[in-house]
């Protein structure tokens, strides 16, 4: 019997202020069932990370693509999360027949049919390994920036806009890895930049 393999995509950290977008895509082998896959968002950190390791171990291919501040900047989130999610395709090494994503969006260029499900991190194992494949690898790039910029607590809240980040974003001004085409980094630069103009 033929096996359709279906390779399911999904990203992280489109909202938050600093650090790359990533994306997975995830072809799930049915030999190797993984148990408890679920939307990344629902899950522990502790889970997240024992599931990430089952996936590498168990998928029959899988891609983490990371987009970088710079491009961000260029072209805007929404096309560098299309980008990522392309990329993270065109990475994997067997060709899936089919690949669904997750939300209300199918990246252009794609090889392959494609169709975008909402809520699919949550109904569609393969989806649910692309988001677990995605955060954990964008929080643990999101870590390691915390030991390069220890001042504005990116281990913590991983570049989101939390109350913390803001005022440390309010006191330091922006580092290179935070995105200056959105509005709350912009007006941080703006204000040290008046600060030392006076």
Known sequence: MTVAWVAGVDEAGR???AGPVTAAAVILDPA???AGLNDSKRLSEKRRDALAASIRAHARAWAVVHVEVAEIDAVNILQATMAAMQRAVAGLCQRPDTILIDGNRVPPELSVAARAIVGGDASEPCISAASILAKTS??????????EYPDYGFAQHKGYGTAAHLRALAAL???PMHRQSFAPVRASAAAQQRAFTF
Do not use: E, F, K, W
Not at 138 to 147: K, Q, T
């Open 15 to 17: 909202g938050p202020l």
């Open 138 to 147: 964008r929080d643990a790039r999101m870590v390691a920036l915390d030991d």
């Open 173 to 175: 001004g922006p580092t």
């Open 32 to 34: 190797q069932p993984i």
